[in-house]
């Protein structure tokens, strides 16, 4: 049975919590990222960790000291035994979930082995690297009922769903056209900086770049575009082309911080500085999605959406309505638009949210990720998705290696997507 049956006759994910019955949620990998979720979901009320996984132990023990210091018990601590360790943390039968925040390739086997053992899985971003592991997530979902959401927390953005809520009232009209980029300069988090690993030296994620072509990180941008256009729930992506210009951005930054004769920067890396990709859906609408990391540039997701009636711009967060606007083709401020189409989930959170990670955003992601746990119920973001926008990146590094030769999407929910319903616009 795969999970649109599931979801139709609600038996998404066996019994509900009790509405008081505390959530219990174990954490594997507590690093920088980690650590912000921890954070956010000891602030979410009645949640406790009774478990927490990190192989470091100075990041290990200042999670520990967090929960603690947030007048929960002291978790049970796991991954001082070897990198294997988190493996005891998810064979516990006392948590309903396990959010994973480790290395990219970690997030599959742990999810898996999550769901396997009857827990609602949360991972970061990217939820897998391959295809096989995009399949393997959505097999075993499939075969335990348990949900996987990738924590997409761009998806939650306000501006994201002010647009999703304009999109379904029908005020940019039919969507034609998105684009999206992972345009954040990241060498920092490539090439340790000093506090953070030996300075120059390339980290976990920056031996991605080094190793790998193509989009490495497209989930930001495609998860609020995926909602927009209905991916997997009335629409597909059907097949995608990417380019990669050349590398210098990272050699050229070890360069200027660490010198000419620095190993770093006199070797190679697989990755071009900016990747340009071109996606296509069933329905025949188009995304151009970008992944710019390693060059000088401040932070922009662009989110842009063109429709038959209008244009949204995240770059500018500006809008512009055929016949709405107060002037024809010019932008126009969308203050009356958050007013009138603001997403009843930011109605309803956004006090609480806003001292929150990513401008409130990762508060209303975790939100909706534990209320799912709570209710028994499919998560917002499900396997499809997190599927569908994981795959992009060995897509692209498949299409790269062929001269930027167009390349299939799987359909991950085989067939089902013509008649998925589209994500609710529900409030808290
Ligand atoms: N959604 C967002 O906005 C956002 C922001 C930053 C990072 N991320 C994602 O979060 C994830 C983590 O990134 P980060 O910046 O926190 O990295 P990090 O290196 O700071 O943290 C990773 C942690 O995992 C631990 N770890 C590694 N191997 C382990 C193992 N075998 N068992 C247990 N723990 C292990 C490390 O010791 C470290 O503490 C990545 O997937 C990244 O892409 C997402």
């Not at 390349?407 to 085989?414: L, S």
Request: charged share 25%; with cysteine.
């Amino acid at each position: 049975m795969n999970w649109n049956r599931r979801e139709f006759l609600g038996l998404a994910a066996g019994a509900a919590l009790a509405q008081d019955k505390p959530l219990r949620v174990g954490f594997i990998g507590v690093g920088n990222r980690g650590t912000g979720l921890l954070r956010t979901t000891l602030s979410l009320g009645t949640i406790e960790v009774p478990a927490v996984c990190d192989i470091n132990e100075a990041h290990l023990e200042r999670a520990l000291g967090m929960v603690e210091k947030a007048g929960r018990k002291r978790p049970e601590s796991y991954g001082l035994r070897g990198v294997d360790d988190w493996k005891r943390l998810v064979e516990r039968d006392d948590l309903d979930a396990i959010v994973n925040a480790g290395p990219w390739e970690l997030h599959t086997p742990m999810s898996v082995a999550t769901m396997k053992s009857g827990k609602y899985a949360a991972t970061e971003v990217p939820a897998a690297t391959t295809i096989e592991e995009c399949w393997e997530l959505v097999r075993v979902s499939e075969e335990t009922g348990k949900p996987c959401m990738m924590l997409e927390n761009v998806c939650y953005f306000r501006n994201a769903l002010m647009v999703l809520n304009l999109i379904r009232q029908g005020v940019l009209g039919e969507v034609i056209h998105c684009e999206g980029g992972y345009q954040h300069d990241v060498r920092g988090a490539f090439i340790a900086r000093p506090g953070r690993g030996t300075p120059g030296e390339i980290t976990w994620r920056g031996m991605h770049a080094a190793t790998k072509n193509g989009n490495i990180y497209p989930t930001h941008p495609i998860g609020p575009i995926g909602w927009w256009l209905d991916i997997n729930r009335g629409d597909r992506f059907t097949y995608m082309t990417s380019m990669s210009s050349k590398s210098r951005g990272l050699r050229h930054y070890v360069e200027k911080r660490h010198g000419k004769d620095h190993h770093n920067a006199k070797r190679d890396y697989a990755m071009g500085d900016v990747n340009v990709s071109l996606i296509r859906s069933e329905n025949g609408a188009t995304v151009t999605l970008y992944h710019d990391t390693v060059l000088p540039r401040p932070y922009d997701l662009i989110l842009r959406v063109q429709g038959t009636e209008g244009i949204y711009s995240g770059t500018l967060d500006k809008i512009y309505l055929e016949d709405r606007s107060p002037k024809p083709h010019e932008w126009e401020d969308p203050e009356a638009y958050y007013k009138q189409y603001e997403h009843p989930l930011w109605r309803d959170l956004e006090q609480k949210a806003r001292q929150h990670g990513h401008g409130g955003a990762d508060y209303i992601t975790l939100h909706q990720f534990y209320k799912a746990v709570r209710q028994g119920t499919q998560t917002p973001i499900d396997v499809y998705d997190t599927a569908v926008w994981s795959a992009i990146m060995p897509l692209s590094i498949q299409s790269v290696a062929q001269r930027s030769a167009p390349v299939d999407f799987p359909d991950f929910t085989r067939g089902n997507w013509k008649t998925r319903p589209p994500v609710p616009i529900t409030g808290a």
